[in-house]
């Protein structure tokens, strides 16, 4: 560890642009899709990696950079994720060879997946180095460990570490809802009452 002065520190190397998806993902930043079960979230986190891998935009909003995207996918089984998922993007002609997966039928004695746990996520960090990425995935938050998403240092570590597992790259994690709250309404603040993971989000 070192301390440099301003000059010094801003001869450092950065990297070409601020932005992956721009202003939607920062380069390197950590965001949150989030929204109710079953509406469409998958997709939607498939389509923008695909524009990452082919620095196209998304949604009308500009690519600035392009890469490898790592997808970790833990909601679903593989079977239920490729013939819901993957093979109808494949039979619409997107392209998916720069996309690259790990699923829970791949963690082997990691599963279930905790990003609380040390040996998990080192596992995890040496399969997504061999990648390189510019986005790694997390479908789902909540299948991704086993604290409690109300208190704040349980999400604090698991969130910390699976940006950690990611190196450079930029995170994105998929969310979802709880049941609707009808005198406080659906949405994230409520959901997640102010914690840590609503509040370390670049963009949600």
Known sequence: MQILSGKD???LPRRPSSWLIEPIIPTGGAV????LPKCGKSFWSLQLAVAVTQGTSWMG????AKGRVGYV?????????VTDYLEQ??????????????????MDECFPFNACNAEHIMKLKAAIAEIDPEL??????RESHSGDENDSTDMRNAVANMVASAGRAAVMFVHHSKKPNYEQGSDVKNDARGGYHVGRMDTI
């Open 61 to 64: 909003y500009p690519s600035r």
């Open 89 to 106: 993007l494949q039979q619409s002609g997107v392209p998916i060879e720069s996309l690259h997966f790990i699923d829970r039928d791949m």
């Open 136 to 141: 790694v995935i997390f479908d789902t938050l």
């Open 73 to 81: 996918q833990l909601d679903v089984a593989r079977n239920m994720w």
């Open 9 to 11: 520190y801003l001869a």
């Open 32 to 35: 949150m899709i989030y929204g």
